[in-house]
């Protein structure tokens, strides 16, 4: 008896949240977007510590050296200097804190601002629906940038002009998403089960509705992240966003055109960086959808 | 993502010229006889009396002519539309005219013109751009066909120079009729070149007039044809100067200059220029910036700038520091006795603290031009502690952000439309014109003393007294000339002025 008890293989049980860690390494996507954007937000977070110099101080008599492998270039600037000698490598790191801090910033109020209206629009339906909806319709109607560019003309620019006029402006996807999101929860079982409880209508909509669309949020959130960072950098290129000094990476491209014919690299670190945030963020984003999503399940 | 198309399609597209485009080029310019001239901005209007740009005044000289010419390599000054002047008295100018000279709709140039032009740009209600070219005329009369008396307000030694710069002469029929639109629509004048097409804004074709006078002072222009095409990105006048596009660009920033240099099939010519870069400071009452209204705020700016290095590094050969607000050429421009700001951030700082701004202040910077010197100035300011919001703009927009007090800083140059006298720059930016942001009514006593006294003497100290009282105040940032850098296909001759006048109709094939 003993010897057969024992030759019964056991198989433990996974806990939900080893499912569900799994289930992410599963997604290569995934787990390559978020290693590269973990990379990206340590070098940002740590850029006072990595940065090889000041990313302010000028230094004119040392202008325009090109990166180390380069001959010219050495590994005192390990990414060259530019126009106004300044070090690139550290206006590069010091950059991914304002790319991110758009993104994240940004990310915040719209989300806020589009959560509360889909929610309400989505769970209270009919006259307050039709108000959303047609809030949104008039969001939609006005082109982002264009709007972005006249309000950052008019009041100058700045980060945190740059900063409230997108979060302002960019909160129609979130409110659209979580408003469909909503109706579906709403009709759900334990919504009704929560109403004849006798819970509240803040207690349902923050207890049972919210947590159950926490996921398209966060996918919605990451697609918003990225394209905030995309149009900053827009809006500093063409001189309306963030201001010089501060090391932008819309704004290194835009000062690197000027030497786009000779010195590439101005132009393209920036714009690698740009482009691999971006691209780790969407990728990250994708991936996470795939896990959430019953249909992505394999 | 279309931003990041766009980095992606013009890495591309440089690398593309760089590797096919060089040596294929540059024979179009002189097998057509034409030079391909972009500039980045477009002039407001053509009529020279209507822009401030040196585009206008470039295509003013070549469109009209002047009373007096004066010779840019000798600065001998030539008679051109008079053959003949004197000074009757303190006020008044006489002068004789040159007959057989037509417009280039045929009419006849006489005392009429002249009469008719003087005194339409002497009325203040005819709003010429920059009245200081104007202002000092009183009017002009006829004695006869061919001759004519110009009074000036008040005794004005630089009268000449002005005559022989800003001071075009229009066909007083034609503009009668069409007036300063009409001129601006369809340009007449009596220059070497006429205008044959223009697109506001766009391009502006000026051809050689086969019937200009022979005895002019400018000589007979070789090149058949002039075309001006306005393009506001450096970035493709170089692309189209490399791939052969275009014949002729100037204002090249150093940088771009010395890459270019390495190209087969251009030239580059530099020089000094009679512009100047300054900063103005907004003092007056009601100025946005309060903190500029104190002299030791203004002392901390300027000591907090490196002009020796910048101009060393960045702005290029040929340009030097200044210590007032003029061009040393210009006569009574001086910097003796004037306070001299060194570079020196610490003091920068200290004065700062002392002022009540430890923790620094903010302030707005407007500027037009040179961006990467604007940014370097911004960045020194940065170090002692100023932060600045960097608003750039057209120069139009630029001026009237001026002209409406709403300006803090400003990052500005002048040119003094090539006038050699200090009369066309000091006493733009601070005698009370509508640029003038610090109006003191000292400094625009004693520039009006300079600007009306027949006496050279009294001339040059009343200027050196203007000047010093600005720089010891701090008024503005005095920083440097601005030299020219002209990138040119590599079988053009021509030669680079300090007055930042390409001269077309002097220029030929090698």
């Known amino acids: ?12 049980e996974p806990s939900p949240t080893m499912r569900l860690v799994r289930r992410f390494l599963g997604q290569k ?40 492998w380069y001959q010219k270039g050495s590994w005192l600037h390990p990414l060259g200097t530019d126009q106004l000698g300044r070090d690139y490598l550290s206006r590069v790191l010091y950059g991914a804190r304002i790319s991110l801090l758009i ?32 809030l949104v319709t008039t969001r939609l109607s006005m082109p982002v940038i264009l709007v972005a ?15 409230l006029v997108l979060g302002l402006l960019k909160w129609d996807r979130f409110a659209v998403v979580m408003r469909s999101a909503t109706q579906q929860v709403r009709s759900l079982d334990y919504v009704a089960a929560a109403e004849a409880a006798g819970a509240s209508t803040t207690r349902i ?70 482009a691999l945030l971006i691209f780790a963020i969407n990728l990250a984003g994708d991936g996470l959808r795939d896990v959430i999503s019953p249909e992505g399940r394999a | 993502m279309s931003l990041l198309r766009k980095v992606a399609t013009l890495s591309l597209a440089s690398t593309a010229l760089l590797t096919g485009v060089f040596g294929s080029a540059a024979l179009a310019g002189k097998s057509d006889n034409t030079i391909r001239f972009a500039y ?14 040196r585009i206008g005044v470039i295509i003013g000289q070549h469109v009209w002519d002047t009373l007096v010419y004066r010779d840019p390599n000798t600065n001998e000054y030539k008679g051109q539309l008079a053959t003949a002047w004197r000074q009757i008295d303190d006020r008044t100018l006489e002068f004789d005219l040159r007959q057989g ?28 751009v920059t009245q200081a070219n104007v202002s000092w005329v009183e009017k002009a009369e006829k004695l006869d066909k061919y001759k004519v008396r110009i009074t000036t307000k008040q005794p004005f030694p630089a009268a000449i120079e002005y005559l022989s710069g800003p001071v075009v002469i229009h066909p007083n029929e034609y503009y009668e009729k069409v007036g300063p639109k009409g001129q601006n629509d369809k340009p007449v004048g009596s220059g070497p070149y006429k205008v044959t097409n223009y697109v506001p804004g766009k391009s502006i074709t000026l051809e050689k007039n086969p019937d200009y006078f022979k005895d002019s002072p400018k000589p007979q222009p070789k090149i058949a044809k002039i075309d001006i095409r306005f393009i506001p990105d450096r970035q493709t006048q170089m692309a189209e100067a490399i791939s052969g596009g275009v014949d002729f660009i100037m204002h090249v920033p150093k940088d771009q200059a010395e890459q270019l240099e390495a190209v087969p099939t251009l030239q580059v010519v530099s020089g000094e220029t009679m512009r100047i870069v300054f900063m103005q400071m907004n003092t007056l009452e009601n100025t946005p910036a309060p903190a500029l209204r104190d002299e030791r705020v203004r002392k901390a700016i300027i000591h907090a700038i490196d002009r020796e290095s910048m101009v060393k590094s960045i702005v290029g050969a040929g340009s030097r520091v200044l210590n007032t607000i003029c061009f040393p050429s210009q006569f009574g421009c001086t910097d003796e006795g004037a306070t001299k700001y060194a570079y020196d951030p610490a003091k920068s700082k200290e004065l700062l603290k002392e002022a009540g701004f430890a923790n620094g202040l903010e302030l707005d910077i407007v500027a037009y031009r040179e961006r990467n010197q604007t940014e370097a100035l911004i960045g020194y300011l940065q170090a002692v502690g100023i932060k600045t919001n960097l608003r750039f703009l057209q120069y139009a927009a630029m001026r009237e952000s001026i002209a409406a007090g709403k300006a803090n800083l400003t990052h500005q140059t002048w040119g003094s439309f090539s006038v050699n006298d200090t009369s066309a720059a000091t006493s733009n930016y601070f005698g009370f014109r509508s640029e003038d942001i610090t ?30 009282i600005i720089a010891d105040k701090a008024y503005a940032v005095p920083l440097y000339s601005l030299p020219v850098y002209y990138v040119a296909t590599s079988d053009l001759t021509f030669k680079a002025y300090p007055d930042e006048m390409p001269r077309f109709w002097e220029m030929s094939w090698k």
């Open chain 1, 149 to 163: 560019l006249a309000v950052v003309a008019m009041v100058g620019g700045s980060l945190w002009v740059v900063i």
């Open chain 2, 101 to 128: 000279v037509k417009f280039h709709n045929g009419e006849e140039f006489d005392a009429d013109d002249v009469v008719y032009t003087m005194n339409f740009i002497s009325k203040p209600e005819n709003k010429v």
């Open chain 1, 205 to 274: 909509i923050v207890r049972e509705v919210l947590p159950n669309i926490v996921p398209h949020l966060i996918v919605v959130a990451t697609l918003e992240a990225a394209s905030a960072i995309l149009l900053e950098a827009a809006l500093s290129f063409l001189g309306l966003g963030v201001q010089p000094p501060l090391p932008s990476w819309g704004l290194m491209i835009s000062e690197a055109k000027a030497y786009m014919f000779f010195s590439f690299w101005l132009i393209a670190i920036p714009g690698s960086a740009l």
């Open chain 1, 1 to 12: 008896m003993t010897d057969i008890a024992l030759s019964v293989p056991t198989i433990p």
């Open chain 2, 439 to 468: 109006r003191d009514p000292q400094v625009r006593d004693l520039l009006t003393k300079g600007d009306t006294s027949i006496d050279p003497e009294v001339r040059k100290a009343s200027y050196r007294e203007a000047l010093k």
């Open chain 1, 29 to 68: 996507a995934f787990v390559i977007g978020a290693g590269i954007l973990a990379v990206i937000v340590a070098l940002a977070i740590l850029a006072p510590l990595l940065a090889p110099h000041d990313p302010y101080t000028q230094n004119l008599a040392l202008r325009n050296v090109p990166p180390f």
């Open chain 2, 40 to 53: 980045d901005q477009a002039p407001e209007s053509v009529d020279p009396y209507f822009n401030n740009v």
């Open chain 1, 103 to 134: 993104g994240v910033s940004v990310v915040l109020i719209s989300g806020i601002i589009g959560t509360t209206l889909g929610l309400l629009a989505g769970y209270f339906g009919g006259k307050v629906d039709m108000a959303v909806t047609f």
